[in-house]
């Protein structure tokens, strides 16, 4: 998709600090949306959006954590005061914890409650209030994950919170309809990132033996997924996902996860 194709459009992206949700900020912005980008990190949101602002796009930093309700609170405010309205919303912030379902800590499972699913939630409640209010509709993404659709190892709580998601696009097609707000998702199977070439060096070498594509995703695979799902060519579609995994999901290897227990 090329030229400005979210002129008059404005976007607020969660967990955009880096990786997949930097690069749908960026995208967004260099197609002509004004972005309000957060991060829990402040460091890291200021330092995104001052890239996509001499890239050449129009982008603002918001930093704090998108599963309290008084940040997404601002933020949605914040979006209104500086651009007048909001059009488009990316709840891409999450969390993911692995653990030993036997022994998984309560601690973990809230912070993995807390923000994958009652923060999106929250976010999407209020970018659709004020979406109702402003009458002239709106885009709601919600991020996924490939463990919303089959098992995985060590990540009962993350995948639970990612079908989770999926569920909410679908029943609130009943209620957003009607505004003319369409919601879905895209569900990133293992993509190249900051964090996970952090976490583990030989994630790319992995994950290339296992996916049918020959390699996991790079972070524009998914943006660029998601920015057809947020783009006026699919104003017809709503409560579905888009799963980007070069075809993992079709035949679910799981890599070796022996000392992984743990995380």
Excluded at 94 to 100: A, E, H, P, S
Excluded at 113 to 123: I, K, M, P, Q, T
Excluded at 214 to 235: K, M, Q, T, V, W
Excluded at 241 to 263: Q, R
Aim: net charge negative; glycine share 10%.
């Amino acid at each position: 998709m090329s030229g400005q194709l979210f002129n008059n459009q404005v976007a607020i992206v969660t967990g955009a600090g880096q990786g997949i949700g930097f690069e749908i900020a960026r995208q967004l912005a260099l197609q002509g949306a004004d972005v309000v980008l957060n991060d829990a990190d402040e460091a890291l949101a200021s330092d995104a959006a001052r890239q996509i602002r001499e890239a050449g796009g129009d982008c603002f930093a918001f930093a704090g954590d998108a599963s309290s309700p008084e940040l997404i609170e601002s933020l949605v405010e914040e979006a209104i005061r500086c651009f007048g309205k909001l059009t488009i919303t990316v709840a891409n912030a999450g969390i993911t914890l692995f653990g030993d379902f036997f022994e998984y800590p309560v601690d973990n499972l809230k912070k993995v409650l807390d923000l994958n699913l009652a923060g999106s939630f929250l976010l999407t409640q209020a970018s659709a209030r004020q979406m109702r209010t402003q009458k002239s509709g709106g885009r709601i993404l919600l991020m996924s994950s490939v463990v919303g659709h089959q098992a995985h190892q060590f990540l009962a709580a993350y995948a639970m919170t990612k079908a989770g998601l999926e569920m909410l696009a679908k029943n609130l097609v009943i209620e957003l309809s009607p505004y003319g707000i369409t919601i879905n998702t895209v569900a990133p199977g293992a993509t190249l990132t900051e964090r996970t070439l952090a976490e583990d060096p030989t994630y790319p070498k992995i994950w290339s033996a296992i996916t049918p594509m020959g390699r996991p995703a790079i972070c524009e695979d998914i943006a660029n997924a998601a920015l057809f799902l947020l783009s006026p060519h699919s104003g017809h579609i709503t409560g579905q996902s888009i799963v980007v995994d070069g075809g993992w999901t079709a035949v679910s290897p799981l890599p070796d996860l022996s000392n992984m227990g743990g995380k």
